[in-house]
């Protein structure tokens, strides 16, 4: 991947309280990823907005 502005990639981050499985930051963007290994596919509700599961 090549980006114009530096960033950092931070996998498996832990404080005292929280844990997030991969945090991409840079100077204009924050992005946690939380990845779960679940199976079935993932819906998006055109009203609502709401990822949903379907199982298969």
Do not use: V
């Not at 950092?8 to 832990?14: P, T, V």
């Not at 963007?29 to 009203?47: Q, V, Y």
């Amino acid at each position: 991947m090549q980006l114009i502005e530096p960033y950092f990639l931070f996998h498996d981050f832990q404080t005292s309280t929280y844990q997030m499985d991969t945090i991409f930051l840079c100077s204009i963007f924050l992005l946690i990823l939380e990845i779960k290994n679940i199976t079935g596919s993932i819906a998006i509700d055109d009203t609502t907005y709401q990822f949903k599961r379907r199982s298969k």
